[in-house]
């Protein structure tokens, strides 16, 4: 199985502040690399897919980028909205394994 | 508009079979491998595994196999995921999500909580 380590598992942060979490798999993935945003109660929501195209409707301020085995998710200036847990998830090979997680909290 | 709706919580004894489903819409439902996800409570995403509708082939993740079963009816554009024996440690959210092929996993299920207790 792709292991996928995903760091941080959390961190503070300010409103317009400028953050980045990474994952790394295991093994090469190719494009095969997704992150999701979810909030409490709610079904995940993609932000990005193939490691960097932007999910339809998702804000500028997202941003993915990466290549083989490590990723990363950046967002560019963090508004009261984007405070959530992220995800990756590989869908390279079976099967598809997620990330830890990481939770974005309020400094 | 393509659409995945999963069917309502469930509360269950340790012990009892359950069987939960996804049904889809707005698109040739027999064309995408469907995948289910656990959650549990404070936890991270789990992927349990993912059926092929058009001929219910599956792919378990290892950690599930032989745990749940996970199938599909085409007939009926539903996807299903079940237990034959309940566990207190099987409650949790599951969602089932649309494997987009190269576009990955695009749509999502709304969720199914799952709660079983004595």
């Not at chain 1, 400028?18 to 995940?44: F, M, N």
């Not at chain 2, 299903?80 to 576009?103: E, P």
Request: charged share 20%.
């Amino acid at each position: 199985d792709i292991q996928m380590t995903q760091s941080p598992s959390s961190l503070s942060a300010s409103v317009g502040d400028r953050v980045t979490i990474t994952c790394r798999a295991s093994r090469g993935i190719r494009h095969d690399l997704e992150w999701y945003q979810q909030k409490p109660g709610i079904a995940p929501k993609r932000l990005i897919y193939e490691v960097s195209s932007l999910q339809s409707g998702v804000p500028s301020r997202f941003s993915g980028s990466g290549s083989g085995t490590e990723f990363t998710l950046t967002i560019s200036s963090l508004q009261p909205e984007d405070f959530a847990t992220y995800y990756c998830l590989q869908h390279n090979n079976y099967p598809y394994t997620f990330g830890q997680g990481t939770k974005l909290e309020i400094k | 508009e393509v659409q995945l709706v999963q069917s309502g919580a469930e509360v269950k004894k340790p012990g009892e079979s359950l069987k939960i489903s996804c049904k889809g819409s707005g698109y040739n439902f027999a064309s995408n491998w469907i995948g289910w996800v656990r959650q549990m409570p404070g936890k991270g995403l789990e992927w349990m595994g993912i059926v092929d509708p058009s001929d219910s082939e599956t792919r378990y993740s290892p950690s599930f196999q032989g745990q749940v079963t996970i199938s599909a009816d085409k007939s009926i554009s539903t996807a299903y995921l079940q237990w034959s024996s309940l566990k207190a440690s099987d409650s949790a959210m599951y969602y089932c999500a649309r494997d987009g092929g190269l576009f990955g996993i695009d749509y999502w299920g709304q969720g199914t909580f799952v709660t079983v207790s004595s």
